[in-house]
C-alpha cells in the first residue's frame, strides 16, 4: 500500500499550488480520501475530504473558498487545488485514505508560503 503526495513547494502569497497524491496497492475507489496539514509546533489538521466516489466535499473554514480537493478514480489520485495561499497555510500536507477501521496515510509534502 502507498500514498505518494508530490507537488509541494515554495509559494509566494497569493500564488497557487496544486497536490497530487497517487495511490497503489488498495481499492482506492472504496476510499473515502482526506488532505491534512501540519504546521510546526501545532497539531494535524483536517483541510479537506472527499467522499469515494467524489459526491461529497468538505473543507476547514480556514481554507474554504480557497481550496478545492477532487479525485480521478481512473487514475487512483486525489488532488487539492490550493489557491490564494497564506503564509499561515505553511504546513507538511498529508493524504489520508479512509475505509471503515482502515486507514493509510502517505509520506506528505512541504507547502511553504513566504515572500
Known amino acids: 500500500v502507498q500514498l505518494v503526495e508530490s507537488g509541494g513547494g515554495l509559494v509566494q502569497p497569493g500564488g497557487s499550488l496544486r497536490l497530487s497524491c497517487a495511490a497503489s496497492?488498495?481499492?482506492?475507489?472504496?476510499?473515502?480520501m482526506r488532505w491534512y496539514r501540519q504546521a510546526p509546533g501545532k497539531e494535524r489538521e483536517l483541510v479537506a475530504r472527499i467522499t469515494s466516489n467524489g459526491d461529497t466535499t468538505n473543507y476547514a473554514d480556514s481554507v474554504k473558498g480557497r481550496f478545492t480537493i477532487s479525485r480521478d478514480n481512473a487514475e487512483n489520485t486525489v488532488y487539492l487545488q490550493m489557491n490564494s495561499l497564506k503564509p499561515e497555510d505553511t504546513a507538511v500536507y498529508y493524504c489520508n485514505g479512509v475505509l471503515g477501521f482502515i486507514d493509510y496515510w502517505g509520506q506528505g509534502t512541504q507547502v511553504t508560503v513566504s515572500s
Open positions: 496497492g488498495f481499492t482506492f475507489r472504496r476510499y473515502h
